[in-house]
């Protein structure tokens, strides 16, 4: 029960730390995805797996998702290529029935960034996660802006893997001041 126990306070550590490094500011990456992607009117989702990349058709988002996780000093590693998103490696993956799909880009203030138009996002719009094993479709539910002190305190939330019922999150920066970004957007998506 101990073991348990600690195993719980260290995710909850993680998600916390998780979060600050979110509320920070992260590096995300994008690349072209290959042509022939189409869509069935018989969609069977596949199962979940690890997603390799993220394509939001309504804003031109095509980024290959890698890997992230946290250091052994419990930090986030954001991937240093801006035109990549990264998958929060010990989030649930892509097409779950539990959990939550965390997914982070970093906008570039002078733009090129994987997910600069993210905040143009609105409710009912598509996002496609790819994986080895096929592609999931989510539907925007919600777009909102929160303040890192928000995103902060609302990390568990958002963030926490015994939520969501394999909800994805996309989050990213936004309202550059001319030196840092002040806020964060974070879009959820629930499974089609």
Not at 40 to 56: D, E, G
Request: proline content about 6%.
């Amino acid at each position: 029960m101990g073991a348990v126990r600690r195993r719980l306070e260290a995710l909850a550590r993680g998600l916390w730390v998780a979060a600050l490094v979110l509320a920070l500011g992260l590096t995300v990456t994008g690349v072209v995805l290959p042509e022939g992607e189409s869509e069935s009117r018989s969609y069977v989702a596949p199962a979940p797996a690890q997603p390799i990349r993220l394509k939001i058709p309504a804003i031109d988002v095509v980024a290959p998702v890698v890997p992230i996780g946290m250091s052994p000093g419990r930090v986030l590693q954001p991937p240093a290529d801006y035109t990549k998103v990264g998958w929060w490696d010990v989030s649930a993956r892509a097409g779950a029935r539990r959990g939550q799909t965390v997914i982070t880009g970093h906008t570039v203030h002078t733009g090129g960034g994987a997910l600069n138009p993210v905040t143009s996002l609105e409710k009912g719009q598509k996002v496609l996660v790819v994986s080895r094993k096929g592609t999931v479709r989510y539907r925007v539910s919600g777009v909102r802006v929160l303040s890192r002190a928000a995103l902060a305190e609302q990390a568990e939330a958002l963030f926490g893997q015994d939520r969501g019922r394999g909800r994805l999150v996309l989050v990213s920066c936004t309202d550059w001041n001319g030196s840092e970004f002040e806020s964060n957007v974070v879009v959820l998506a629930r499974r089609v």
